[in-house]
Nanobody
């Protein structure tokens, strides 16, 4: 069992930055692939960024070169650094831990981009 708690969301102006955190607890958390998803109002949930247990990363085209996913295995925490944010980045952001057929989710944190 893995528990995930996201934090760091809030209101940010276009062009600004925000850093989301996902604190993980449970057994062998560092073996899990970690994924940041987001869901905007009226839209399907989409994968934003992925980081494997070995540190390999992958990004959605819409956020590539603006967002950075990282993990601190000593702190069991995954981060999403969001730079140059746009209005369309407004969404609830969720952290997910995936290992084989197992997948756990956090409760989400709201990010609102507004001037």
């Amino acid at each position: 069992q893995v528990q995930l708690v996201e934090s760091g969301g809030g209101l940010v102006q276009p062009g600004g930055s925000l850093r989301l955190s996902c604190a993980a607890s449970g057994n062998d958390v560092n073996r899990y692939m970690m994924v940041w998803y987001r869901q905007a109002p009226g839209k399907q949930r989409e994968s934003v960024a992925v980081i494997t247990s070995s540190g390999t990363t992958n990004y959605a085209t819409s956020v590539k070169d603006r967002f950075t996913i990282s993990r601190d295995n000593a702190e069991n925490t995954v981060y999403l650094q969001m730079n140059k944010v746009k209005f369309e980045d407004t969404a609830v952001y969720y952290c997910s831990a995936r290992f084989g057929t197992l997948e756990y989710w956090g409760q989400g944190t709201q990010v609102t981009v507004s001037s």
